[in-house]
C-alpha cells in the first residue's frame, strides 16, 4: 500500500506550547494513527512534528531571559516535547531547524536554487512586519492601515539588499494548481481566499537578511554569500524535506497533508509548492488550514493572557483522562473554517454524552450482562442480522418484552450489523482520506449509538428474567450480547486513533487487541477472521469514562512557581 506522510507545522521556541500547538499535532497524530491501523503496518507512516528556532523573537526573547538562542531554544523545544508526550502523541520524528541535519540541507536546497536561477540578488523596498517576520504585499499593508493584520501592530517601511525568490515566475502555474485541486487547498473557503490573493499578482519573494553589527550568531546563513542569512520562513519550510531527506526515509515524498491553521496557509499553499517545483520536486498532495480555538468566546492573545496553557491541559487529563481531552478537542475543535470555543460546561456536555454515556456506557453495559448471565464467555457467536436471518432472535426478544407489558412501538425494527459496521468502516477511511478527522473519528461513535438502540430495543435483560420459564430464549440473548459486543469490538478500532489508551484497556478486557500486521479493513470485517469467539472470556474491567456532574467547575492547574 501507499506511504502516509503528514506533518504539522514546526512552532516557534520563544514560549511555550499551548493548546493550538497541541491541537494541530493532535490532527496529525490521529491521522497517523488512523493510517496505520488502515494499511496494518507503521513502517508507510511518518508524521512529524518540530521547532522552528531561529526565529528573531526566539532572539529577543532569550535576550530578555538572559540565556543565549541555543539554550532557549533547548529549553522550549524540551517543553514541546514534554507537552506532546503528555498528550501522548507518537510521532515518527521532531525536527528542530538548529540541527546540523536541517541546517546542511536547507543550505543546500538554498543553493539549489540559486543555481537554477530561482534565487537571486536584487534591491527590496517593501512593508515589513516585524512581529510576523514577513513582508506584506502593499496592498495588504494599505488594506490594514499600515498594520500588521494578524497583531495589529505597526508595519515598518524597508529597504535593503536582498536574495529574491522568484515566486513571480511560478503565478499561472499555482493558480492552475490550486484551482484545478492538483494542489487540495482545504477547506474550500481557504482556498477561495488563496486564490483571490494570488490573482492580485504574486511578486518575488525576499529570502535572505544581510547581517548586522550586533546580531547573535543565530540562523542559516546563504551558501554563496555569508553576509547574509537565511529568511526564518524559507529554511523552516524546508523542514518537511530535510527530515525525510535520508535514503530510507524519502520514499514519503509528497507529503500527503501539510496541517496547520489558517495564519500561515500562504507559506504553505503558495510560497512551498512553489520552492518545490523549483526544485524539482511534487507538491503536497494536501494543505490543510483549520481555524482557531478561542477560549470561553474570547480570541486567546497574549495581551489578555488567555491562552489555554498546557498546565490547564494536563489538569483536564488529570481529572477526566487524557483520551477524554483528546476526544473532545479532536471532535470538537476547528477543523473547518470557523473558530471554536475551548468552554467548561460544553466538556462536560460532551465528556458525559459521548464518552461516558456513550462508548463507557455501552461497553460496561455490555460486559456486565456477558458477566452476569454468562460468567463472561461469550457462548456463541452470530451473524449479527437481527429482523434477517437471525430474526427468530430478536422476535424472541420482543416477545419478551411482550410479555412483561413493555410492547415496543415497532414490534418489527431490523439491525444489520455486518452493513452499520461494514458501513462506518468505509465512511470512516473516506474521511480519513479526506482529512476530515472529526468525521473520521466520529463513525465509532456512530457504531455504539446503533449498539445503544439495540439493546435498548431487544432488552436482553428482560429476556434473561425469563429464562426459567422460556429456556429456548437463550439462544436469542447469547445472539444479542455477541452481537453488540463485536459491533463495540469494531468500534473501539475505529475510536483507537483519538482514544488509544481506553480502547486499550477494553481490549485487554475483552481479549480483543487488534493482531499487528492486518490492515483495518480485514480486522474489522463482522464475525471474521478477527472476531470475538464463541467460548472467548470476556471481563467486565473498570467503567471507561465515570460520568462528571454537569455542574462540576473546571479543575485547577497545578502551577509550579
Ligand atoms: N514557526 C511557524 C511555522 C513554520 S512551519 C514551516 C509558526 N509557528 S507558531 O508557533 O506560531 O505556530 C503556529 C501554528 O500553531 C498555527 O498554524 C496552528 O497550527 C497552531 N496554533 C497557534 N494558535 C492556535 C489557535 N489559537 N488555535 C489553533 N491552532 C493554533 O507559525
Given amino acids: 500500500m501507499s506511504t502516509y506522510y503528514t506533518t504539522t507545522p514546526i512552532y516557534y521556541v520563544n514560549d511555550k506550547p499551548h493548546i493550538g500547538h497541541c491541537y494541530t499535532t493532535l490532527l496529525a497524530d490521529v491521522a497517523s494513527r488512523f493510517q496505520r491501523l488502515v494499511r496494518g503496518d507503521r513502517h508507510d507512516v511518518f508524521c512529524l512534528t518540530g521547532t522552528d528556532e531561529h526565529a528573531e523573537k526566539v532572539v529577543q526573547s532569550a535576550r530578555a531571559h538572559n540565556v543565549s538562542p541555543q539554550q532557549w531554544a533547548d529549553t522550549n523545544a524540551a517543553e514541546y516535547k ?25 543550505s543546500a536546497y538554498i543553493q539549489k536554487l540559486v543555481d537554477s536561477g530561482d534565487i537571486e540578488l536584487g ?186 496553557e498546557i498546565e490547564t491541559i494536563q489538569a483536564y487529563c488529570d481529572r477526566y483522562s487524557r483520551d477524554a481531552v483528546r476526544w473532545y478537542l479532536l471532535t470538537q475543535g476547528p477543523l473547518g473554517a470557523n473558530d471554536a470555543d475551548f468552554a467548561h460546561s460544553h466538556f462536560l456536555e460532551v465528556y458525559n454524552n459521548e464518552l461516558a454515556n456513550g462508548i463507557g456506557n455501552s461497553t460496561s453495559r455490555v460486559g456486565n450482562m456477558i458477566a452476569k448471565y454468562y460468567d463472561g464467555v461469550l457462548p456463541r457467536t452470530c451473524n449479527g442480522e437481527f429482523g434477517f436471518d437471525d430474526g427468530v432472535a430478536l422476535q424472541t426478544a420482543v ?28 465512511r470512516a477511511i473516506e474521511a480519513g482520506n479526506d482529512f476530515q478527522i472529526d468525521e473520521m473519528v466520529r463513525q465509532g461513535l456512530a457504531i455504539v449509538r446503533a449498539v445503544d438502540e439495540f439493546i435498548t430495543y431487544s432488552a436482553p435483560f428482560t429476556l434473561a428474567k425469563q429464562l426459567d420459564d422460556h429456556p429456548e430464549g437463550d439462544h436469542a440473548l447469547g445472539s444479542i450480547l455477541y452481537s453488540s459486543a463485536e459491533a463495540l469490538r469494531i468500534a473501539s478500532l475505529l ?67
Fill in 399 to 426: 416477545a419478551a418484552r411482550v410479555a412483561v407489558g413493555k410492547a415496543p412501538d415497532d414490534p418489527n425494527r431490523t439491525f444489520h450489523f455486518p452493513q452499520i459496521t461494514g458501513q462506518a468502516v468505509t
Fill in 82 to 106: 514534554k507537552a506532546f508526550k503528555a498528550m501522548n502523541f507518537d510521532c515518527d520524528d521532531f525536527v528542530r531547524t538548529s540541527e546540523d541535519r536541517h541546517k546542511s540541507k536547507a
Fill in 495 to 561: 475510536l483507537a486513533p483519538a482514544m488509544p489508551e481506553k480502547m486499550a484497556e477494553l481490549w485487554a478486557n475483552w481479549n480483543c487487541a487488534p493482531s499487528e500486521g492486518v490492515p483495518l479493513e480485514e480486522l474489522a470485517r463482522f464475525g471474521g477472521e478477527y472476531a470475538l469467539k464463541e467460548g472467548q472470556a470476556v471481563q467486565k474491567g473498570d467503567v471507561l469514562f465515570m460520568r462528571a456532574d454537569p455542574k462540576e467547575d473546571p479543575p485547577s492547574p497545578i502551577t509550579t512557581g
Fill in 123 to 308: 534591491d527590496y523596498e517593501g512593508w515589513y512586519d516585524p512581529s510576523q517576520e514577513e513582508y506584506v504585499t502593499d496592498h495588504t499593508a494599505k488594506e490594514s492601515d499600515y498594520t500588521s493584520p494578524v497583531t495589529g501592530k505597526p508595519l515598518e517601511k524597508r529597504t535593503e539588499q536582498n536574495y529574491f525568490f522568484r515566486l513571480d515566475k511560478h503565478e499561472d502555474w499555482l493558480k492552475e494548481q490550486i484551482e484545478s485541486d492538483a494542489i487540495p487547498v482545504r477547506p474550500s473557503a481557504r482556498k477561495n481566499e488563496v486564490l483571490g490573493r494570488i490573482r492580485q499578482g504574486l511578486q518575488k519573494v525576499p529570502v535572505s537578511r544581510r547581517i548586522k553589527e550586533g546580531d547573535a550568531d543565530w540562523g542559516i546563513r546563504m551558501p554563496n554569500d555569508p553576509d547574509h542569512r537565511i529568511y526564518v520562513w524559507i529554511e523552516a519550510l524546508c523542514n518537511y524535506l530535510t527530515a525525510i531527506d535520508t535514503p530510507d526515509r524519502q520514499r514519503f515524498w509528497p507529503a500527503d497533508v501539510h496541517v496547520m491553521a489558517k495564519d500561515i496557509l500562504w507559506f504553505h499553499a503558495v510560497i512551498w509548492p512553489a520552492m518545490l517545483r523549483a526544485l524539482g520536486k511534487e507538491p503536497p498532495r494536501m494543505v490543510y488550514a483549520h481555524a482557531y480555538w478561542v477560549r470561553e468566546g474570547r480570541k486567546m492573545s497574549k495581551s489578555l493572557g488567555n491562552f489555554i
